[in-house]
Nanobody, 123 residues
């Protein structure tokens, strides 16, 4: 069983930065793909960024050039560096993992989810 615990959320002004972390435990050696998803109030959960165990990344168009996903395999930790934050980035951010298949943004492909960490961008 894979456990995922997010941290690093908070409140920041537009243009600011935050770094989210996701600590993973369990069958980490089988991990193929990890990703960040977000859900704003009244909206559906959407993909933000994913990274394969080999390092290939994918980003939603809305965050390209502003967000960077990375991982530290020694620490079993996933990161999301968020720069130039906008009010529309306000959401609950979730870490997710899957053990096989493609590394896309289809929510149903990810069986393992964290509890989420809140990010609020407001002046």
């Amino acid at each position: 069983q894979v456990q995922l615990v997010e941290s690093g959320g908070g409140s920041v002004q537009p243009g600011g930065s935050l770094r989210l972390s996701c600590a993973a435990s369990g069958y980490i050696y089988q991990r193929l793909c990890m990703g960040w998803f977000r859900q704003a109030p009244g909206k559906e959960r959407e993909g933000v960024a994913t990274i394969r165990s080999a390092g290939t990344t994918r980003y939603a168009d809305s965050v390209k050039g502003r967000f960077t996903v990375s991982q530290d395999n020694d620490k079993n930790t996933l990161y999301l560096q968020m720069d130039s934050l906008k009010p529309e980035d306000t959401a609950m951010y979730y870490c997710a993992s899957r053990l096989w298949g493609t590394c896309g943004f289809n929510l149903s492909d990810y069986p393992y989810w964290g509890q989420g960490t809140q990010v609020t961008v407001s002046s």
